[in-house]
């Protein structure tokens, strides 16, 4: 099981632009969290999807948009791309229906906006 | 509001050294407390959790809920202990979203 893997790992875009993010979960896994860490930061909730929706939201923008897919795998969008954007974007899975269950996270996507 | 405090952007102990990171939390209700641990080049991973009142690489932390704290400790710092550490909590009964401090750089010296 290679875990939890995001694509691409680096990305460069520039302001204005738009960007998708991937992520495909843990074996196992029905449930995708996406985390923006900006340097020097602590990880930020934007959103979790489960069964193809959008379950719970933090404090985003709705420049910041998402899907999950059948098979569980998820993206993430950001339109119309800011400086301030320019992050790590983390992905994490985890098993729903377990309130003690533990997300398991990706390497992480390095989003650059000049 | 919901919010989780890492006082220490940076501590730095010699090899063989009591480490404690601190680690304060606001939060109404019962919450979920999670330590989290990222190695030079590694993806973040979980450490620890309060429910499992386990050690782990000779880590724990307990949950002072009169002080809303949840302190990691090890008794003596190895050198494979450098890393950053994250402290998370979570509502209880959401499955959902963590909240994470800043983190705390540990660095060890031989």
């Known amino acids: 099981d290679a875990g939890v893997t995001q694509s691409p790992t680096h990305l460069i875009k520039t302001r204005g632009q738009q960007v998708t993010l991937r992520c495909s979960p843990k074996?196992?896994?029905?449930?995708v969290s996406w985390y923006q860490q900006a340097l020097g930061q602590g990880p930020q909730f934007i959103f979790q999807?489960?069964?193809?929706?959008?379950?719970q939201r933090g404090n985003f923008p709705d420049r910041f948009s998402g899907h999950q897919f059948p098979n569980y795998s998820s993206e993430l969008n950001v339109n119309a791309l800011l400086l301030g954007d320019s992050a790590l974007y983390l992905c994490?899975?985890?098993?729903?229906?377990?309130?003690?269950?533990?997300?398991?996270f990706g390497q992480g996507t390095r989003l650059t906006v000049v | 509001a919901q919010r989780v405090t890492q006082p220490e952007k940076l501590l730095s102990v010699f090899k063989g050294a009591p480490v404690e990171l601190k680690c304060n939390y606001s939060y109404s209700g019962s919450p979920e407390l999670f330590w989290y641990v990222q190695y030079s080049r590694q993806r973040l991973q979980l450490l620890l959790r309060h429910i499992s009142r386990e050690s782990i690489k000779g880590f724990t932390a307990d949950l002072n809920k009169g002080e809303t704290s949840f302190h990691l400790k090890k008794p003596f710092a190895q050198e494979e202990d450098s890393a950053m550490y994250y402290c998370a909590l979570r509502g209880s009964g959401n499955t959902g979203k963590l909240i994470f401090g800043q983190g705390t750089t540990l660095q060890v010296k031989p």
């Open positions: 994490a899975s985890s098993l729903d229906g377990y309130l003690n269950t533990e997300a398991f």
């Open positions: 999807y489960y069964e193809e929706e959008e379950r």
């Open positions: 074996s196992g896994h029905d449930t």
